[in-house]
């Protein structure tokens, strides 16, 4: 059940946990027209949501969950990519420029046929930790300013955003995520940026 369309929404993180959350937060990605969501391992392991939304791949950023492969009812075999970031202090800027980068590849990744692969097509990207409210808010937030300048011309911008699209208040992503985020977007501007 996509968080938007229930008709309770949850009064608690642990309530909320328990059920399934996906919300789009970028539409009309790539030639294809990619949506981005941001949600919860509860609706990464839902094989009817996914197939609901269109949803062929997941981004599992949270170090502490490990995902089982999925199929879903059409065939498909959700490709799952796993980067494990710590939810809190811990994690240095470099593991979250590759979470970033890794998202941009899957978002911008064809999906070739092969007979040695599992049964696989392109489609809609989830981007989920545990709750879908600091590890993943904070990637996708932080990839929304670097690959979406247009739209998102400073990080707080984009995180404004994600925070809108997901219903989070000041407290998430949490303090340590958004400083990591920061420390990230340095490197990136010393390390990468030629201008």
Same mark, same amino acid.
């Not at 946990?17 to 027209?33: E, F, K, S, W, Y």
């Not at 049964?119 to 709750?131: A, E, F, I, Q, T």
């Not at 000041?170 to 400083?179: F, N, R, Y």
């Given at each position: 059940?996509?968080?938007? $369309? +229930?008709?309770? &929404?949850?009064?608690?993180?642990?309530?909320?946990?328990?059920?399934?959350?996906?919300?789009?937060?970028?539409?009309? @990605?790539?030639?294809?027209?990619?949506?981005?969501? @941001?949600?919860?391992?509860?609706?990464?392991?839902?094989?009817? /949501?996914?197939?609901?939304?269109?949803?062929?791949?997941? %981004?599992?950023?949270?170090?502490?969950?490990?995902? $089982?492969?999925?199929?879903?009812?059409?065939?498909?075999?959700?490709? #799952?990519?796993?980067?494990?970031?710590?939810?809190?202090?811990?994690? @240095?800027?470099?593991? /979250? /420029?590759?979470?970033?980068?890794? /998202? !941009?590849?899957?978002?911008?990744?064809? +999906?070739? *046929?092969?007979?040695?692969? =599992? =049964?696989?097509?392109?489609?809609?990207? &989830?981007?989920?930790?545990?709750?879908?409210?600091?590890?993943?808010?904070?990637?996708?937030?932080?990839?929304?300013?670097?690959?979406?300048?247009? #739209?998102?011309?400073?990080?707080?911008?984009?995180? +404004?955003?994600? #925070?809108?699209?997901? *219903?989070?208040?000041?407290? $998430? =992503? !949490?303090?340590? %995520?958004?400083?990591?985020? #920061?420390?990230?977007?340095?490197?990136?501007?010393?390390?990468?940026?030629?201008?």
């Amino acid at each position: 059940m996509n968080l938007r $369309q +229930s008709e309770h &929404l949850p009064t608690s993180e642990e309530e909320e946990d328990r059920i399934p959350v996906l919300v789009p937060v970028l539409p009309g @990605i790539g030639a294809i027209g990619k949506t981005l969501f @941001i949600g919860n391992a509860v609706a990464a392991n839902d094989a009817r /949501l996914l197939l609901d939304n269109g949803v062929t791949s997941t %981004m599992n950023i949270a170090v502490n969950i490990e995902l $089982q492969p999925l199929s879903l009812g059409d065939g498909t075999v959700v490709r #799952r990519t796993h980067i494990g970031l710590i939810d809190g202090p811990g994690n @240095i800027p470099p593991h /979250l /420029l590759g979470a970033v980068f890794v /998202l !941009q590849g899957i978002l911008s990744q064809k +999906s070739p *046929g092969k007979a040695h692969y =599992p =049964p696989h097509r392109s489609g809609n990207v &989830l981007v989920h930790c545990r709750g879908g409210r600091s590890r993943s808010a904070s990637v996708i937030a932080l990839y929304l300013h670097l690959y979406w300048p247009e #739209r998102f011309p400073i990080f707080d911008d984009a995180l +404004s955003h994600v #925070r809108s699209c997901r *219903g989070l208040d000041e407290t $998430q =992503p !949490q303090a340590a %995520m958004l400083d990591l985020c #920061r420390q990230a977007l340095a490197m990136y501007k010393k390390e990468f940026k030629t201008n």
